[in-house]
């Protein structure tokens, strides 16, 4: 049953993928992986590596990540319901009675349904997975080694408990979240070991030994690295610098994945219920003295009750305290299990028949323990019914819509200047077509490194010298003395850029060409054009427009800055002499975003006139 479910996730995953890489901070991290952006990651190595394996395949990047990630999403929600129906399985053994181990074989299965169908639709993992993020491999990477010790029967060979701590340090290299679990992996580890009584220096050591064979890639990532010439870009001076450059990076990622507000609420509802539920499961736990099992059973109650609540957008939910900044996986994780095993638990104890249960008393206890099953599936599918509308896929295609529109207005021009709005988008976009393109983003100029970048893009001495000294006295000589600039380079935002070198800005609907002089383009082609994206994208956005899904900065993004095209537009067709045309533009950029005021002056001026 467990790789049953996990392929279903899987599939549903991957049927449901988006078109565009967006959200779990997906975008940015898979132009690093390829190599697209400038300035790679320095961690996560081996995802990386499996991202590149697109290179290989007659698809795209797009459909390989979202592809992967539904893969080790599909794989976390098979290993975690193997765990929840292995804490049956040990209850079990202390059992004498064959009818009691059939009772508690069948919790498992129903505890374990519970565990895959709950974690499959939370909402968070979903997104990662549909989106193509890491954090469904950071996931699966953090419940394998997990797996491997507490699978069964009985205590894992030696051999299984070197696989398991090599893969544990593996894990450690690609996400932070598995330092945080550091210390319980080792516990359980050294307890195995006592059981069996190989607890030995010996073996100890060996751990330890493969342990740091696992951690030797932070010195491969390093030194790769080092290697790329972004080593020189950022000016580091030795192989040691870049490998605590890299731990750097590691814990600023662990600490961006800590809330920084609400991250006690978190703990408590993830990680807290979880461990108590354990010590309660414990077969010479505290639960099994008569005295203390009332209270035991009513907090178990509670924590049955909080955890069907979690499935609304309450404050104590972890997707209502942070959403996507940060997107947190392992809380839901965590839920997902203790909610498992105490539905399991419920349907175990309260379906159990007693001789003096008579009528009424026996119905609502039979009733009790199928809710306690029952509740968290129909919450899970009407969630999962849900998910599908509420991860942006709409977004997504309008996004990759976007770019695209962008890459056949430059029109085969291989220098993009971006303010940062959809410079990843375009960048995935031209790496998937082939089409060559180096993007420079204004705020470069803001950092050394970026501009070392820069000066790299250029064989002209005395650019790369202007790039050193800052981006706008670059942008001054180059765009004012290279006669072929206009068809070379198109801005996406500010056509200030095309007036500061004594030329002309062409209002494409997202972006801008220059020209020697405006009537360089015929004004109906031009109104032709930003028809014909009116009607793929900017009419789609405003049809969704009043979605909550968490992209409504995408969205809002596109629409200001069609609307600012569309009103330039006017102003340009205006200069023509074309008013009837002019009053469209004007019109449709105020349809875009109503609160445009320099559309509605416009507007008013060209009614007058």
Partial sequence: MPWALGAIAFVLYRLTGVPLPLGAGALPELNQHLGISPFPSLTQRLWGALLRVEGLLPATASWWAVTLASLCAGVAVALAVRLVMQWFVWRSETLESESARRRLQVASLVAGLVAGL????????????????????????????????????????????????????????????????APFFGVLLLYQLAVVGRLRPGTVFGALGIGLLGLGLYLVSAWQYAGQPVYAWREFSSYWGVLWY???????????????????????????????????GLPSGVYTQKKSALGANLLLALFLLLGLALFFDIPLNPWFLTGMRPLLVTPVLLISLWLAMISGYFFL????????????????????????????????????????HRIGRQTSGLIRIAADETLKDMGGREWFLSGGVLDDAILLRSHEQKIPLHVILFQ???????????????????????????????????????????????????ADVWYSAGLDAIPNPLLYVGAKDQTAVNPETLLARHREVWDVLGKPLLAIRGQ??????????????????????????????????????YNMSRTLVTNNLSALLNLHHAAVE
């Fill in 548 to 585: 909550e899904d968490g992209f409504e900065i995408w969205r809002d993004v596109l629409l200001h800055q069609l609307s600012r095209s569309a009103n330039n537009l006017g102003v340009y067709l205006e200069d023509h002499g074309s008013w009837e045309p002019a009053l469209t533009a």
């Fill in 118 to 181: 709950v974690l499959m639709t939370q909402r968070s993992l979903w997104l990662a997975a549909v989106h193509g993020g890491s954090q469904p491999w950071k996931l699966m990477l953090l419940l394998l080694p997990f797996y491997l010790l507490l699978k069964g029967p009985g205590i894992p060979s030696m051999r299984v408990h070197y696989i398991a701590v090599f893969l544990f340090a593996v894990g450690v290299t690609e996400s932070a979240t598995c330092m945080l679990f």
């Fill in 444 to 494: 470069y100029g803001r950092s050394k490194a970026a501009m070392r970048y820069v000066a790299s893009l250029f064989d002209n001495p005395r650019y790369q010298s202007l790039a050193h000294v800052g981006l706008e006295p670059l942008l001054n000589e180059w765009m004012a003395k290279n006669p072929a600039i206009t068809d070379q380079v198109t801005v996406d935002l500010s």
């Fill in 349 to 388: 104890r309260l379906g159990r028949a007693r001789r003096m249960d008579r009528g009424l008393i026996k119905s609502v206890r039979r009733g009790a323990s199928y809710a306690a099953v029952a509740l968290p599936l129909a919450l899970a599918l009407l969630v999962a019914v849900e998910n599908p």
């Fill in 246 to 280: 890299l731990w750097r990076e590691q814990y600023l990622s662990l600490t961006a994945a800590v809330p920084k507000h609400g991250w006690l609420t978190v703990t408590l509802v993830s990680f807290l219920p979880l461990a108590l539920t354990l010590f309660f």
